[in-house]
């Protein structure tokens, strides 16, 4: 049956860039949440404040202080489904050439980006809005582009050509955050227990995925979200951002904001990784909140295992007292559960988990 992946003239959308630009005073209607999804805008937090662990990756270069990294990450991930880190390898000149190019690609005429929009969650390139804007009952104040980046000399003659150095800067950031997910996995592994070079092939041809987001100046950001709450699918997720608005869901149930970090980065934990560690680390629940004088942009670096290979619990990590508690899955059911679902009505992780008792709504 033909699948048509470009927008339709019902399904052509304003950018949420082009609300803004505008000037609008009051958010369309189609982007009001009911009130209790609505943020509750709060005080900031102290500048002492962090919602997750920042660890220090320099000390992985000192074989005595190795292991405190190690479980420093254990902690981190047991406690709280992610953490910052801080010399990470990866320098300041990439991450913010990455970000202005960004910034360009957003600031475009909307004719150029809409060339690579698509309905289709599959498409390996897609400009779009929202999160699925065809199934999303509520919009989401964002506008973003994706694009398959492993291995980059397969997909980088898809990504777009303007801005001109985009394919140059954001390729130079792929590369180098994919040695990053290369190094954090081993860490991760030896944390569970596991030999460093568990998987190793499999985490190396896995799938990489770039989310470029913008979330624009919102003028009532009480009544929005750039994104619902939700739980990435894969193993880990990299972000990269210039302004605060990322929130994770505390351990008290409380929504809890993440500082940016000058040169850090946030590594979530998503729902592969949760399988494979058979429960003992969660994957994170996180948001996007707005602001009405700033507009954000993240750089979220998604990587799983490659798009069909399926994941099920380390065979190490199950035992009488830690029976297999997950079915497996893989990157390609995740895209037909997102294709099909509206992912405020359920997480993709509760399909996967055996104990049907153990399923509570996005924990």
Known sequence: MADNTHPTADQYFTSTMTLAKMGISSVPESYILPPADRPTLEQPPPPSFSALPVIDLSSLENPVLQSQ?????????????????????????????????????????????????STNVHEPVRYGTSLNQVKDKVQYWRDFIKHYSNPISTWIDLWPSEPPTYKKKMGNYAKAVLLLHTKLMQIIFESLGLRSDYLQNDVEQGSQVLAVNCYPACPEPNLALGLPRHSD???????????????????????????????????????????????????????????????????????????????????????????????????????????????????????????????????
Not at 320 to 346: M, Q, R, V
């Open 69 to 117: 990294v190690i479980e420093q990450v254990q902690v981190a991930c047991k406690e709280f489904g992610g953490f910052q880190v801080i010399n990470h390898g990866i320098h300041v000149s990439l991450t913010d050439e990455a970000l202005d190019v960004a910034a360009e690609f957003f600031e475009m005429p909307n004719d150029i980006k809409m060339r690579l929009a």
């Open 233 to 363: 699918y894969g193993l880990l997720t990299i972000i990269l951002q210039n302004q605060e608005g990322l929130e994770v869901m505390g351990n008290n149930e409380k929504w809890q904001p993440v500082t940016v970090i000058n040169e850090a980065l946030v590594v979530q934990l998503g729902d592969q990784m949760e399988v494979l560690s058979n429960g003992r680390y969660k994957s994170i629940v996180h948001r996007a909140t707005l602001n009405s004088e700033k507009k954000r942009l993240s750089i979220a670096s998604l990587h799983s295992l490659a798009i069909n290979k399926k994941i099920a619990p380390a065979p190490d990590l199950v035992d009488e007292g830690h029976p297999s508690s997950y079915k497996e899955g893989s990157f390609e059911d995740f895209l037909k559960f997102l294709s099909d679902n509206d992912i405020l009505e359920g997480r993709y992780i509760d399909t996967l988990r055996q104990n049907s008792d153990s399923v509570s709504e996005a924990k």
